[in-house]
Protein backbone atom coordinates (compact mmCIF):
# COMPACT_ATOMS: atom_id res chain seq x y z
CA UNK A 1 0.00 0.00 0.00
CA UNK A 2 3.26 2.06 0.58
CA UNK A 3 3.89 1.79 -2.71
CA UNK A 4 0.61 2.89 -4.00
CA UNK A 5 0.90 6.56 -2.21
CA UNK A 6 4.08 6.55 -3.54
CA UNK A 7 2.90 6.06 -7.21
CA UNK A 8 0.36 8.62 -6.56
CA UNK A 9 2.15 11.48 -4.76
CA UNK A 10 4.70 11.07 -7.69
CA UNK A 11 1.98 11.77 -10.38
CA UNK A 12 1.11 14.56 -8.20
CA UNK A 13 4.29 15.88 -8.35
CA UNK A 14 4.76 15.49 -11.91
CA UNK A 15 1.50 16.67 -13.23
CA UNK A 16 2.10 20.77 -11.31
CA UNK A 17 2.06 23.21 -14.06
CA UNK A 18 5.46 21.65 -15.86
CA UNK A 19 5.14 22.52 -19.43
CA UNK A 20 7.15 19.52 -20.31
CA UNK A 21 4.22 17.19 -18.87
CA UNK A 22 0.91 18.98 -19.81
CA UNK A 23 0.96 17.01 -23.36
CA UNK A 24 0.89 13.76 -21.02
CA UNK A 25 -1.69 15.54 -18.87
CA UNK A 26 -3.79 16.42 -21.95
CA UNK A 27 -3.33 12.87 -23.59
CA UNK A 28 -4.59 11.68 -19.96
CA UNK A 29 -7.36 13.63 -19.42
CA UNK A 30 -8.71 13.35 -23.24
CA UNK A 31 -7.73 8.85 -22.91
CA UNK A 32 -9.61 8.56 -19.57
CA UNK A 33 -10.30 5.11 -20.68
CA UNK A 34 -6.58 4.59 -21.55
CA UNK A 35 -5.52 5.78 -18.44
CA UNK A 36 -8.13 3.75 -16.40
CA UNK A 37 -6.71 0.23 -18.32
CA UNK A 38 -3.55 1.37 -17.71
CA UNK A 39 -4.05 1.83 -13.84
CA UNK A 40 -5.54 -1.69 -14.23
CA UNK A 41 -2.91 -3.47 -15.56
CA UNK A 42 -1.07 -1.50 -12.98
CA UNK A 43 -2.46 -2.92 -10.32
CA UNK A 44 -2.96 -6.08 -11.71
CA UNK A 45 0.48 -6.91 -11.56
CA UNK A 46 1.56 -5.53 -8.70
CA UNK A 47 -0.84 -8.30 -7.23
CA UNK A 48 0.23 -10.54 -9.54
CA UNK A 49 4.56 -9.27 -8.15
CA UNK A 50 3.37 -9.90 -4.93
CA UNK A 51 2.19 -13.22 -5.18
CA UNK A 52 5.32 -14.33 -7.44
CA UNK A 53 2.30 -15.98 -10.00
CA UNK A 54 4.88 -15.37 -12.52
CA UNK A 55 7.95 -13.61 -11.81
CA UNK A 56 9.62 -14.66 -15.34
CA UNK A 57 6.96 -12.54 -17.01
CA UNK A 58 8.97 -9.52 -16.05
CA UNK A 59 11.83 -10.88 -17.91
CA UNK A 60 10.20 -12.08 -21.09
CA UNK A 61 8.65 -8.01 -20.74
CA UNK A 62 12.37 -7.05 -20.37
CA UNK A 63 13.50 -9.38 -23.40
CA UNK A 64 10.57 -8.47 -26.16
CA UNK A 65 11.09 -4.70 -25.28
CA UNK A 66 15.07 -5.18 -25.84
CA UNK A 67 14.58 -7.17 -29.09
CA UNK A 68 12.39 -4.00 -30.23
CA UNK A 69 14.30 -1.43 -29.22
CA UNK A 70 17.62 -3.34 -30.91
CA UNK A 71 15.95 -3.64 -34.05
CA UNK A 72 14.71 -0.14 -34.13
CA UNK A 73 18.42 1.24 -33.65
CA UNK A 74 20.13 -1.00 -35.61
CA UNK A 75 18.04 0.44 -38.60
CA UNK A 76 18.41 4.19 -37.96
CA UNK A 77 15.54 4.23 -35.28
CA UNK A 78 12.67 2.86 -37.41
CA UNK A 79 10.98 -0.08 -36.85
CA UNK A 80 11.25 -2.18 -40.23
CA UNK A 81 7.93 -3.73 -41.58
CA UNK A 82 7.88 -6.41 -44.44
CA UNK A 83 4.50 -5.78 -45.99
CA UNK A 84 3.97 -9.21 -48.10
CA UNK A 85 0.57 -10.33 -47.10
CA UNK A 86 -0.83 -7.03 -45.45
CA UNK A 87 -3.99 -4.88 -46.26
CA UNK A 88 -3.46 -1.74 -48.31
CA UNK A 89 -5.14 -0.01 -45.03
CA UNK A 90 -2.63 -1.05 -42.86
CA UNK A 91 0.42 -0.78 -45.75
CA UNK A 92 -1.09 3.51 -45.91
CA UNK A 93 -1.08 4.12 -42.02
CA UNK A 94 2.40 2.49 -41.75
CA UNK A 95 4.00 4.32 -44.19
CA UNK A 96 2.45 7.41 -42.98
CA UNK A 97 4.29 6.71 -39.54
CA UNK A 98 7.63 8.12 -38.65
CA UNK A 99 8.62 4.77 -36.00
CA UNK A 100 8.10 2.44 -39.15
CA UNK A 101 10.16 1.92 -42.36
CA UNK A 102 9.77 -0.73 -45.21
CA UNK A 103 11.73 -3.55 -45.17
CA UNK A 104 14.01 -4.76 -47.26
CA UNK A 105 17.24 -7.06 -48.40
CA UNK A 106 19.13 -4.83 -46.48
CA UNK A 107 17.27 -4.93 -43.19
CA UNK A 108 19.60 -5.73 -40.44
CA UNK A 109 17.97 -8.33 -37.76
CA UNK A 110 15.52 -8.51 -40.06
CA UNK A 111 14.13 -11.59 -38.04
CA UNK A 112 13.45 -9.33 -34.91
CA UNK A 113 11.26 -6.77 -37.62
CA UNK A 114 7.62 -6.89 -37.56
CA UNK A 115 7.01 -10.05 -40.01
CA UNK A 116 4.88 -12.13 -38.06
CA UNK A 117 1.17 -10.66 -40.78
CA UNK A 118 -2.47 -11.36 -38.42
CA UNK A 119 -4.48 -11.63 -41.50
CA UNK A 120 -8.07 -11.09 -39.64
CA UNK A 121 -7.16 -7.64 -37.89
CA UNK A 122 -4.80 -6.77 -41.19
CA UNK A 123 -1.37 -6.29 -38.37
CA UNK A 124 2.20 -6.98 -38.34
CA UNK A 125 3.90 -8.14 -35.43
CA UNK A 126 7.35 -9.13 -34.56
CA UNK A 127 8.72 -11.48 -32.35
CA UNK A 128 9.50 -8.80 -29.58
CA UNK A 129 5.59 -8.22 -29.51
CA UNK A 130 5.13 -11.87 -29.10
CA UNK A 131 6.82 -12.00 -26.23
CA UNK A 132 5.55 -9.52 -24.37
CA UNK A 133 2.09 -10.07 -25.25
CA UNK A 134 2.74 -13.67 -23.54
CA UNK A 135 4.60 -12.32 -20.81
CA UNK A 136 1.13 -9.76 -19.71
CA UNK A 137 -1.24 -12.71 -20.65
CA UNK A 138 0.22 -16.26 -18.58
CA UNK A 139 0.42 -14.70 -15.07
CA UNK A 140 -3.11 -14.20 -15.10
CA UNK A 141 -4.38 -17.38 -16.52
CA UNK A 142 -1.65 -18.71 -13.96
CA UNK A 143 -3.42 -16.98 -11.11
CA UNK A 144 -6.68 -18.09 -12.13
CA UNK A 145 -5.47 -21.11 -12.52
CA UNK A 146 -4.33 -21.13 -8.62
CA UNK A 147 -7.43 -19.32 -7.20
CA UNK A 148 -9.57 -22.59 -9.13
CA UNK A 149 -7.40 -25.28 -7.63
CA UNK A 150 -7.21 -23.48 -3.64
CA UNK A 151 -11.33 -23.06 -4.15
CA UNK A 152 -11.21 -26.52 -5.44
CA UNK A 153 -8.75 -27.62 -2.13
CA UNK A 154 -10.61 -26.05 0.22
CA UNK A 155 -14.46 -26.59 -0.99
CA UNK A 156 -13.80 -30.49 -1.15
CA UNK A 157 -10.74 -31.92 -0.44
CA UNK A 158 -11.02 -29.81 3.43
CA UNK A 159 -14.12 -31.52 4.90
CA UNK A 160 -13.02 -35.04 3.46
CA UNK A 161 -10.09 -34.59 5.68
CA UNK A 162 -11.86 -32.93 8.64
Request: net charge positive.
Amino acid sequence: MVYIQGLFLYITLLFKNNKQVFFVRRYLVEKIWLTFFLLLLFFALVQIVKSRACFFAIYFVLLGSFSNVLVSHVNGGKMPVFFDHVSSHYVDRVIESDRHQNGNDDTKLAFLSDIIVLNKIGHIISVGDVLIFLALITPFFILVRRSTYHFLITRYMYPILL
